[in-house]
């Protein structure tokens, strides 16, 4: 079984990074665009050292956003001046977001999503039987504290069956930790071949 503190929803804003960062982050540019249509479209601010459009791993589609690295902060500051939410890119029905690359950006998610665990209840668990409801799991989980609610996840309102994982909410951080600790890679549910 997995058991884990769900997911934060935080949002941590990127900040504009080193005082000499001339990176950007692009985002919703339609999925045709090539490499060599942005490279041309920042080149109207100056020299483009990079660009980087992120891909799809299996099927190497373009997910419409990456970075481009311009020779200087003001080349970039310039683009980004121009460019975001201003820009509307052929085949694209929003404007393209440009920002700042942040490179210390998932250092303070990770940061962020830590001191938020430090509070959090909430545990996010998988690789329970779909025919398990909610008083079976309750009652796994009730043995390491109090257990506030338990949500199953289903393909849709009343479907017969769950998708095998949910959230349940612990009485304390300390008993979602205990619960973690218990169960996380070290319980099988019954019916199950493997934690």
Request: proline share 3%.
């Amino acid at each position: 079984m997995e058991v884990r503190y769900a997911r934060s929803h935080l949002y941590i804003q990127a900040g504009s990074g080193p005082q000499d960062n001339h990176q950007l982050f692009f985002a919703r540019a339609p999925v045709v665009t090539t490499e060599d249509e942005l490279k041309q479209l920042f080149s109207e601010f100056g020299e483009v050292e990079s660009i980087n459009l992120f891909h799809e791993r299996r099927t190497h589609a373009s997910k419409g956003c990456g970075f481009v690295t311009m020779a200087t902060r003001e080349q970039a500051v310039a683009a980004m001046n121009a460019l975001d939410e201003k820009q509307l890119l052929e085949g694209s029905v929003t404007q393209l977001a440009v920002k700042w690359a942040d490179p210390e950006l998932q250092i303070k998610k990770k940061r962020a999503v830590e001191d938020s665990n430090a509070e959090n209840r909430m545990l996010f668990f998988a690789k329970v039987l779909r025919s398990a409801n909610e008083d079976e799991v309750k009652q796994l989980f009730t043995h390491l504290g109090r257990v506030v609610e338990v949500n199953l996840f289903r393909a849709f309102q009343g479907a017969p069956t769950t998708k095998g994982c949910g959230l349940v909410t612990m009485g304390s951080n300390d008993e979602a930790a205990a619960a973690i600790e218990a169960l996380d890679n070290r319980h099988t549910w019954e019916g199950m071949e493997a934690p």
